[in-house]
């Protein structure tokens, strides 16, 4: 099974807007990673946080981390139509390699 | 930047052939992946490889080797392609001993059809 699954599995929303997606996952980590994929390419990284970190920025990105939870959310505030992507989270469940989850596919209508 | 290049964006072979994928990383890591990617079933990690002729399995190995002579390439071999090894094809490679502490860059990957 997943170690990571993103919610929701798809997301529509208009340009300006902010898009939320967030990752569960089932056992503790040491790291999660948020990868952007835009289509029929490869996935480009985004934000890693560690485990004793709660809140990561970059740019207009936000990345929440609640290990009580067991649960990150990737924030991407005042979206772009450039933004249109599937977005996946990845999680090292304890070892040294990375599980990646399904992905959130985010369509921003311009 | 880090540029991870695969061979070729697509591919045709028939059942029972030998199929090679190449990838080539151009920043000394010591560290390169092999996954496959299926709709519905994310990415999956096939080998991995942590330094020049060193391979570890991944999670769905069957199928598949890999080789790595050279620090900066990975290839991926499947000794008799199979139609369920139709996929898209992911090279990845990182710094670092420590795997899931670095980010991967990626390859814009090799789909692959098998017919």
């Known amino acids: 099974s997943q170690q990571g699954e993103e919610d929701p599995q798809a997301l529509s929303i208009q340009e300006g807007e902010n898009a939320t997606m967030n990752c569960s996952y089932k056992?503790?980590?040491?790291?999660l990673q948020w990868y952007r994929q835009n289509s029929g390419r490869g996935l480009v990284h985004l934000i890693l946080?560690?485990?004793?970190?709660r809140e990561k920025h970059s740019g207009r990105l936000r990345v929440t981390l609640d290990t009580s939870k067991k649960s990150s959310s990737l924030l991407i505030t005042a979206s772009r139509a450039a933004d249109t992507a599937s977005y996946f989270c990845?999680?090292?469940?304890?070892?040294?390699?990375?599980?990646f989850g399904t992905g959130t596919r985010l369509q921003v209508f311009p | 930047d880090v540029k991870v290049t695969q061979s070729s964006r697509y591919l045709v072979k028939r059942t029972g052939e030998k199929v090679f994928l190449e990838c080539v990383q151009d920043m000394d890591h010591e560290n390169m992946f092999w996954y496959r990617q299926d709709p519905g079933l994310g990415l999956r990690l096939i080998y991995f490889?942590?330094?020049?002729?060193?391979?570890e399995k991944g999670d769905i190995p069957e199928g598949y080797s890999v080789s790595r002579e050279k620090k900066e390439r990975f290839s991926l071999i499947l000794e008799s392609a199979s139609t369920n090894q139709t996929s898209m094809y992911l090279c990845a490679s990182s710094d670092g001993t420590y795997y899931s502490n670095q980010p991967q860059h990626f390859g814009d990957g090799t789909r692959l059809s098998i017919l």
């Open positions: 990845a999680t090292d469940k304890n070892t040294d390699k990375l599980i």
């Open positions: 490889s942590y330094d020049v002729k060193m391979k």
């Open positions: 946080i560690r485990s004793n970190e």
């Open positions: 056992t503790s980590i040491n790291n």
